[in-house]
C-alpha cells in the first residue's frame, strides 16, 4: 500500500521571535496530523550568529540548542532547547515525522580574528587567483566560551576552513583563498567552483572537522531522535563527505533517517549527476519543478500546462524527488504602503 507522504516546511524567514515556534508545533501538532501532514520539515535549531533574530543558517554553535548565554541570548529564535525537545515529541506522539534543517558548509559569528596567509580569488571565476598571497585578518576563531566544552571541546580555527569573504585588516570584502588550501572538486561548477558561498567556509578535507561533524551527528540524534534531516546548499559541499556521513548514522541508529537535500539549480541533470554522486543516499528537492509553477503563475494565462512536469525531477526520477511550490528562500516579503489621506 503506497503512501501519501506530505511534509510541511513550519517556518518562514521573517516568523518574530515572539511567536516561540516550538510551543506553536506544540499547540498545533494534533491538528497538523488530522489534516495529513505526515513530516514536518523544522528550521535550524541551533544558535546562530544573530541570536534571537537568526533564521538559523548563519551558524554558530551547532551543539546549542537554546541552551547557552551566547550572541546575546540563551533561546534561539524559536525557543529554549526543552521546548524543541518537547515539540518534536509532540509532533511525534502524533504521528509526524520531524525533518531537523542542518547547515555544514559555512560558520558566521566568531568569537576572535587570527591572522592568516592567503590569496583573494575572483568572485566570478573562484579558479583564477587576482592577488599574490597577504597577510589577512580573519574571523575564524570558534571558542564557544558560553558553552564551556559541555558536549565537546572542540575549538574552530583557520586550518578548519577553506577561506573567508573578510580581511578585518582592510574592511575589505572578497573571497580569500587560505594558502595552502584548495576549494573541493566535488561541487557544482558554477563561478568556476562553487564551494564557497558564505562566511567562513569549513574544510571538509580537515580529518579532525569530519570526525567533529560525526560526532556532532550522532550527539544530536540521540539528544533529539529526530527521523530525518534536510540538508542546506549541498552543491557547495563535497557529495563523499554525505555519502560516508549519512551511511555512518544510518548504520548507527539502524534507522532510515529520509534526508532531501537543497541542490539549488535549474539543470535537472546536475541533480540527478548528484544523486548518483552521493550513490541514491538522499532525495532532492526539485527546484525545476519550482520553476515551471512559478513560469506557470506569471504567465497571463498563456503558459503550456502539458509541460509542467518538463525538465523535472519528478519526471525523470520521481523515486527521489521531493516537490514544492514555495520555500524560505522564494517567499517574497509582503509590503504595506500607507497612503496619507
Known amino acids: 500500500m503506497n503512501t501519501n507522504e506530505t511534509m510541511m516546511q513550519y517556518f518562514e524567514w521573517y516568523i518574530k521571535p515572539e511567536s516561540n515556534l516550538w510551543n506553536s508545533c506544540i499547540r498545533d501538532a494534533q491538528y497538523l ?3 495529513g501532514i505526515t513530516s514536518i520539515w523544522l528550521p535550524p535549531a541551533y544558535k546562530g550568529t544573530g541570536g534571537i533574530n537568526e533564521v538559523g ?12 548565554d551566547q550572541k546575546g541570548s540563551i533561546r534561539t529564535k524559536y525557543g529554549s532547547k526543552d521546548e524543541y525537545l518537547k515539540a518534536i515529541k509532540t509532533l511525534q506522539g ?10 555544514f558548509n559555512h560558520r558566521l559569528g566568531a568569537d576572535g580574528t587570527e591572522e592568516v596567509i592567503a590569496i583573494e580569488n575572483d568572485p566570478s571565476n573562484r579558479t583564477r587567483f587576482i592577488s599574490k598571497p597577504q597577510k589577512i585578518l580573519a574571523w575564524t576563531k570558534y ?15 583557520w586550518t578548519h576552513f577553506h577561506g573567508v569573504d573578510w580581511d578585518e585588516y582592510k574592511k575589505k570584502k572578497s573571497i580569500y583563498i587560505f594558502y595552502g588550501k584548495h576549494w573541493d ?8 567552483n562553487f564551494d564557497y558561498l558564505m562566511g567562513a567556509d569549513v574544510d571538509l578535507n580537515n580529518v579532525d572537522v569530519v570526525n567533529e561533524l560525526n560526532n556532532w551527528g550522532k550527539w544530536y540524534l540521540s539528544i533529539t531522535n529526530i527521523n530525518g534531516f534536510r540538508i542546506d546548499a549541498v552543491k557547495h559541499i563535497r557529495a563523499d563527505f554525505f555519502t560516508n556521513w549519512l551511511s555512518d548514522l544510518r548504520s548507527w541508529t539502524e534507522k532510515k533517517l529520509f534526508t532531501v537535500g537543497e541542490y539549488w539549480s535549474t539543470n535537472v541533470n ?11 543516499l538522499m532525495s532532492l528537492f526539485d527546484v525545476p519543478l519550482h520553476y515551471n509553477f512559478f513560469n506557470a503563475c506569471n ?16 519526471k525523470s526520477n520521481p523515486d527521489k524527488a521531493v516537490t514544492f511550490v514555495d ?3 522564494t517567499e517574497i516579503r509582503p509590503i504595506i504602503t500607507i497612503l496619507d489621506s
Open 185 to 192: 572538486k566535488e561541487v557544482d561548477l558554477e563561478n568556476g
Open 299 to 314: 504567465s497571463s494565462g498563456t503558459y503550456d500546462m502539458r509541460k509542467i512536469f518538463d525538465g523535472t525531477l519528478v
Open 33 to 35: 496530523s488530522s489534516i
Open 143 to 157: 571558542n564557544f566560551d558560553g558553552r564551556n566544552n559541555k558536549y565537546s571541546d572542540f575549538k574552530w580555527n
Open 327 to 329: 520555500n524560505h528562500d
Open 270 to 280: 546536475l541533480l540527478n549527476s548528484y544523486i548518483e554522486e552521493t550513490n541514491n
Open 94 to 103: 502524533n504521528n509526524i515525522n520531524v525533518i531537523a534543517d542542518i547547515v
Open 57 to 68: 543558517y548563519g551558524v554558530y554553535d551547532m551543539y546549542d540548542l537554546g541552551e547557552f
